[in-house]
């Protein structure tokens, strides 16, 4: 099992970047796939990136393609999410979650197995 803590959260100015991270529990990070999702208000979970086991794939929503970067450092457990040139419309609640599956299948919130309790991004204009 493992345990997953997100920071970074915080209230940015459209145009502004947060960088946000997800430290996970446990020795065996690097056999998990990673993901981020983000909740806004009165919507259902998206999925915003992801990316293998051995960070040598990444992939994206099309919203953050080109401004949002994933990235992990499995010595230090922790996943990470670099948000740049952040829209309003960025604004939500921000989870890691972690898929000890096949890797298939990232975009979806099913595939994961664990989940962070989230972090708050709020972009105002």
């Known amino acids: 099992q493992v345990q997953l803590v997100e920071s970074g959260g915080g209230l940015v100015l459209a145009g502004g970047s947060l960088r946000l991270s997800c430290a996970a529990s446990?020795?065996?990070?690097?056999?998990?796939?990673m993901g981020w999702f983000r909740q806004a208000p009165g919507k259902e979970r998206e999925f915003v990136a992801a990316i293998s086991r051995s960070g040598g794939s990444a992939y994206y929503d099309v919203s953050g393609k080109g401004r949002f970067t994933i990235s992990r450092d499995n010595a230090k457990n922790t996943v990470y999410l670099q948000m740049n040139s952040l829209k309003p419309e960025d604004t939500g609640v921000y989870y890691c979650?972690?898929?000890?599956?096949?890797?298939?299948?990232?975009?979806?919130?099913?595939?994961?197995?664990?989940w962070g309790q989230g972090t708050q991004v709020t972009v105002s204009s």
């Open positions: 446990g020795r065996t990070f690097s056999s998990y796939a």
């Open positions: 979650a972690a898929d000890q599956g096949t890797g298939w299948g990232l975009s979806q919130s099913i595939t994961y197995d664990y």
